[in-house]
T-cell receptor, first 111, second 115 residues
Framework: GESVGLHLPTLSVQEGDNSIINCAYS??????FIWYKQESGKGPQFIIDIRSNMDKRQGQRVTVLLNKTVKHLSLQIAATQPGDSAVYFCAEKRTGNQFYFGTGTSLTVIP | DSGVTQTPKHLITATGQRVTLRCSPR?????VYWYQQSLDQGLQFLIQYYNGEERAKGNILERFSAQQFPDLHSELNLSSLELGDSALYFCASSVEGGQTNYGYTFGSGTRLTVV
């Protein structure tokens, strides 16, 4: 069946290093993707989005890359900080305009 | 503060009982979405309301129901509760209800524990 999934459930990085979180999707009709960050005890927060007509989008310290050929999405965080420790979800907008979320990757930043 | 308000923050109840979770969307948002997040699970879409009307259904059990009121707040009713219903329940809101070109704004969630 169709799914939005993440390659790794956990990721640990040293403070100051770059982090890369990956996400695979299987619905080729999806045209909009979002990365969310969820800190402990809080709801998901919007980080960055990308539309299917783009390959790359940059924000502040974050970059999202979209490879439609292999249906892969990645989130790159530059100079990772302790405050970046959280669970990161990719979300895929499918037909019907609902977002479907992956299971999440837990990022731990080691000081 | 995201602007989406959920109450209560925590809820502990017994199996077989019924509970109501409440959500007030961000000012100006017409759509409300309910999601369930179980341990080690992603966010499972339950149901969407737009301006008082049901717009879409996801993996919502028949024991669960929701509604959106004229003031746009929404309630999620969970009945005949089972241990497996223990989860975080999130409400999110957005301006649009049709072509949603932006992400959602999430509340802080209600943690439901069924004992």
């Amino acid at each position: 069946g169709e799914s939005v999934g993440l390659h790794l459930p956990t990721l640990s990085v040293q403070e100051g290093d770059n982090s890369i979180i990956n996400c695979a999707y299987s619905n080729s009709a999806s045209d909009y993707f979002i990365w969310y960050k969820q800190e402990s005890g809080k709801g998901p927060q919007f980080i960055i989005d990308i539309r299917s007509n783009m390959d790359k989008r940059q924000g502040q310290r974050v970059t999202v890359l979209l490879n439609k050929t292999v249906k892969h999405l990645s989130l790159q965080i530059a100079a990772t900080q302790p405050g970046d420790s959280a669970v990161y979800f990719c979300a895929e907008k499918r037909t019907g305009n609902q977002f479907y979320f992956g299971t999440g990757t837990s990022l731990t930043v080691i000081p | 503060d995201s602007g989406v308000t959920q109450t209560p923050k925590h809820l502990i109840t017994a199996t077989g009982q019924r509970v109501t979770l409440r959500c007030s969307p961000r000012s100006g948002d017409l759509s409300v979405y309910w999601y369930q997040q179980s341990l080690d699970q992603g966010l499972q879409f339950l149901i969407q309301y737009y301006n008082g009307e049901e717009r879409a259904k996801g993996n919502i059990l028949e024991r669960f129901s929701a509604q959106q009121f004229p003031d746009l707040h929404s309630e999620l009713n969970l009945s005949s509760l089972e241990l497996g219903d223990s989860a975080l329940y999130f409400c999110a809101s957005s301006v649009e209800g049709g072509q949603t070109n932006y992400g959602y704004t999430f509340g802080s969630g209600t943690r439901l524990t069924v004992v």
